[in-house]
C-alpha cells in the first residue's frame, strides 16, 4: 500500500511532500505494517491487525493518521 502525504502551508497553498527529504514514514505498530523507503509513502503488510501511518515533515506530525487494517484485523470505529 503506498499513501501520499500533502503539506498545507501559512498562506493556504498545498504540495505533494511524500517524496521530500524531510518527510519521515512511521506507524505506531510495526507487527502490522512497517514502513518500506521506496517508494516513498508505502508500507509492507506484516501481519494481521490494526496499525497507524503518519508521515513527519520539517519535524510537524501530520493529522490525522491513516488507520490500516490488514485482515482479519479490524480498526476500532472512532
Avoid: K, R
Avoid at 50 to 77: F, K, M, R, W
Amino acid at each position: 500500500m503506498q499513501f501520499h502525504a500533502v503539506g498545507t502551508f501559512n498562506d493556504g497553498s498545498t504540495q505533494d511532500i511524500t517524496n521530500s527529504a524531510s518527510t519521515t514514514w512511521t506507524t505506531n505498530n510495526t507487527a502490522v505494517i512497517s514502513p518500506n523507503t521506496s517508494p516513498a509513502g508505502s508500507y509492507f503488510a506484516a501481519g494481521p491487525g490494526c496499525a497507524a501511518a503518519d508521515a513527519t515533515s520539517g519535524g510537524i506530525l501530520g493529522s490525522p493518521a491513516a488507520e490500516v487494517a490488514v485482515p482479519p484485523g479490524t480498526c476500532p470505529t472512532p
